[in-house]
């Protein structure tokens, strides 16, 4: 089993910086990927960002490109989410997710691990 612990959330106001964190402890060679998802009110909870373990590689969502920064420190098995530029739109319960393997990293569904979610308010 892996444990994620997210954290970092908080309440800023638009055009302001917040950034998060997630450790992973347990069986961490189990996987591959971390990333962040999030879920605002009423919607689904929708893929924002990932990273590969191995090479660092990163993935976004076109709507954070340029704006959020995902990084990873491997000795510390945590990944971190730099998020600037905020406005009222990313406004969610933001979660780290790690799928098993090399399941696919951006749905959801195919995750198997997931952090119990950090708030991320964004005050226009």
């Known amino acids: 089993q892996v444990q994620l612990e997210d954290s970092g959330g908080g309440l800023v106001q638009a055009g302001g910086s917040l950034r998060l964190s997630c450790a992973a402890s347990?069986?961490?060679?189990?996987?591959?990927?971390m990333g962040w998802f999030r879920q605002a009110p009423g919607k689904e909870r929708e893929f924002v960002s990932a990273?590969?373990?191995?090479?660092?590689?990163?993935y976004y969502v076109d709507s954070v490109k340029g704006r959020f920064t995902i990084s990873r420190d491997n000795a510390k098995n945590t990944v971190y989410l730099q998020m600037n530029s905020l406005s009222p739109e990313d406004t969610a319960v933001y979660y780290c997710?790690?799928?098993?393997?090399?399941?696919?990293?951006?749905?959801?569904?195919?995750?198997?691990?997931w952090g119990k979610g950090t708030l991320v308010t964004v005050s226009s």
């Open positions: 997710a790690a799928p098993e393997g090399l399941r696919s990293w951006s749905s959801p569904r195919t995750m198997d691990y």
């Open positions: 990273i590969s373990w191995s090479d660092g590689g990163t």
């Open positions: 347990g069986r961490t060679s189990r996987i591959y990927y």
